[in-house]
């Protein structure tokens, strides 16, 4: 009985000694911002070296608390309320639709990608065709034009 407590106790020190503090995270990878834009919808916020906001990428929690949501799309009208309320027009610019920033869209198997430039942002809806042909939203990613973002350079969609 006394080897049995024993064990335990060592199990128990050795568990705690284990678990992964904040600083451990911290040292691991880097932080991220999170809101949620509406119930279940959270987007997430990818920050430059000076704090200032180069990405969005807004989707829907397939598991939030104990609910699961095995759709977890996202509606054409509510892409567009979120675009508008996140990217107002007048902070990404005009819209872009000479021949290198066209409306951009790309359909890959089950994978859809669809891309609107402007002068200080990028627009993307990530999605999934399935055989009905009709494209689900899951994805919107909004990337913004800023000196010192990463993400500044835009790369093209793979044709």
């Known amino acids: 009985m006394v080897i049995l407590r024993i064990a335990i106790l060592i ?3 050795t568990a705690l000694t284990h678990a992964q503090s904040s600083e451990v995270f911290a040292q691991k990878y880097p932080a991220a911002t999170f809101y949620e834009v509406r119930p279940g919808v959270f987007m997430t916020v990818t920050r430059g070296p000076e704090g200032q906001v180069c990405k969005m990428t807004v989707e829907k929690r397939r598991l ?3 609910d699961l949501d095995s759709d977890a799309l ?7 309320t979120l675009v508008d309320e996140l990217a107002p027009e007048k ?3 005009k819209e872009l639709t000479d021949f290198n920033n066209w409306f951009d869209s790309i359909i890959a198997g089950s994978l859809s ?7 200080n942002a990028s627009i993307e809806v990530w999605g999934t065709v399935p055989q009905s042909g009709h494209i689900q939203n899951c994805t919107l990613v909004i990337i913004w034009k800023t000196d010192g973002c ?3 350079k835009i790369p ?3 044709r």
């Open 11 to 13: 199990f128990s020190a």
């Open 64 to 66: 939030n608390g104990i």
């Open 74 to 80: 996202l509606p054409d009208e509510l892409i567009q």
């Open 91 to 93: 902070q990404r610019g």
């Open 113 to 119: 990608i669809s891309r609107t430039n402007y002068e």
């Open 150 to 152: 990463p993400a500044r």
């Open 156 to 158: 093209k969609t793979v």
